[in-house]
């Protein structure tokens, strides 16, 4: 946190040594430090468990906690529009995110809602909550209402885990919501988004084998113009499902911007295998090709605040060495306007071992960047000897890991550190525009090419598509006066141009009235 500089006056007819303002002292160095907090593990169950945890942050130097709020789609809080779960926490009226923000607060930590997005339930046992996306749109639901994700082969389930078709719009709007929701009705900091991909377990490790739901193949028939079943490996199906990706991360930014435009949005990079530099760029990494996310496409984009990445390597195998090196080197250089920050996996690795990759991570890169700090995974496992090991083994390396991260002439974290600042939403030199394009009768223009064209001011022309339920956004736009244009398609009349003005700091709506279908 960011020091009060106080300035003192003296009295008149004070000695001139009181008269002298007092220093103030230097502001601590941005650098983000972090634990995630898993929820599968205690840690804010309780009260108890909290204010434990919140002194072991502190005990590290840390200055935020990335806490598992949206386990799978039940929530450790009262009143978010997902159903609070079902796990042992202590009864309500308990709510972990409340308790976790006031004594986090009050500690000086950063709190920031884990969110996952397209995990859906694991259990053979169902939630209890009939309201649970599981239980209304998993097996037992049909057609558009079905929201699972469907491999090309037929699979839903993998063992119990289910998964969310990101593609259905029902379900995006609806997770959308659920994170507005926690936004308006929390005080935290930030939210950080997991799971935001296409699931593992495919084939292959160069593309996808999911997106194969009614829904998904429907709508990018709709899209393309094409009757058949793409393969896994179809180039225009691979970046299709990749912007469905895309697109809710944009809508999941921008819905946050209009409940609190100073709540960061956080996501949790994949990092699978070698880097760009081993495998032959970006676009052949298991990152972009095989689980679809396009991490660094966000951070170009400006729709994500702070790439969280999982950049879990053993230190002591040679070849998982150089995996980390080459990640750590790609986030520090590829931040852009934007932060990218290494988590590393404590489980993997023992405590020099996972020092040393503190200090490698925050070593410049040949270009001098470096990346904006370090996240711990996880708080529950802090070292390898602590994975397999009992509740006094963990509190014993736990306490480890902050002797030797904050003690000694070297250590990493010795002084204290404040979460690196967000100049693009503290001091906004850009704005933001969305809309949603919808035929009278309510139906969503699905796949609608909207162009943003600056008439006075602005910038370049740019371009999205709407999505299933018809919405579509521009991130850090110039200010000035756009038109927006709209690719309306067939039978389908109205005004195709609209006009916005864009302010910095603001999100700008595009005014258009409901469209009409010819008969």
Known sequence: MAALVLAVTAATGAAPAA????????????????????????????????????????????????????????????????????????????????????????????????????????????????????????????????????????????????????????ARDYVVGAIQSIVREYDVDGINLDYIRYPDHNSTTTHSDWGYSETSLARFRAATGRTDVPAPSDAQFTEWRREQITSIVRRIYL?????????????????????????????????????????????????????????????????QAQMFAEWNEVLADWQGDRQAVSGPALYLNEIDDSVQQVRDLLTPTAAGNTVAGWSGYSYANPSLTAAAGSPAVKDAERAALAAALTTGPDAPFAADAAVPSMPWKEDPTTGNVAGTLRLRTGAALDGVTVTLEPVLGGGETRTQVSDGSGWFGFVDVP????????????????????????????????RTPPFIPLP
Not at 136 to 159: C, F, I, M, Q, Y
């Open 19 to 170: 008269a002298a303002a007092t220093a103030a002292e230097p502001a601590p160095p941005e650098q983000w430090r972090g634990y995630w907090v898993d929820a599968f593990n205690e840690g804010i169950y309780t009260p108890a468990q909290v204010e434990e945890l919140v002194g072991d942050a502190l005990e590290v130097n840390a200055n935020a906690l990335i806490v598992q709020v949206a386990r799978r789609y039940d929530c450790f809080c009262n009143r978010a529009d997902y159903p609070r779960t079902d796990a042992a926490i202590a009864p309500a009226p308990y709510d972990p995110l409340d308790e976790v923000i006031e004594q986090a607060h009050a500690a000086g930590l950063e709190v920031h809602a884990w969110v996952n997005f397209g995990t859906l339930w694991n259990s053979a046992t169902p939630p209890r909550s009939p309201e649970h996306a599981f239980n209304a749109h998993g097996p037992s639901a049909t057609g558009a209402d079905r929201w699972l994700n469907k491999r090309v082969d037929g699979t839903e389930l993998v063992g119990n885990n289910s998964f969310l078709d990101p593609a259905n719009p029902a």
């Open 255 to 319: 819905g946050i911007f209009e409940i609190d435009p100073t709540v960061r949005l956080t996501n949790d990079g994949i990092t699978y295998g070698f880097g760009p530099q081993s495998v032959g760029g970006w676009e052949r990494t298991r990152t972009y090709a095989e689980v679809l996310q396009d991490w660094r496409g966000w951070l170009d984009e400006g729709i994500i605040d702070t790439v969280v990445a999982m950049n879990y390597k053993r230190e002591w195998l040679p070849d």
């Open 479 to 510: 200010p000035g006066v756009y038109l927006a244009r709209y690719d309306l398609p067939d039978r389908v009349v109205g005004a195709p141009v609209g006009v916005v003005r864009v302010r910095a700091g603001e999100l700008s709506p595009t």
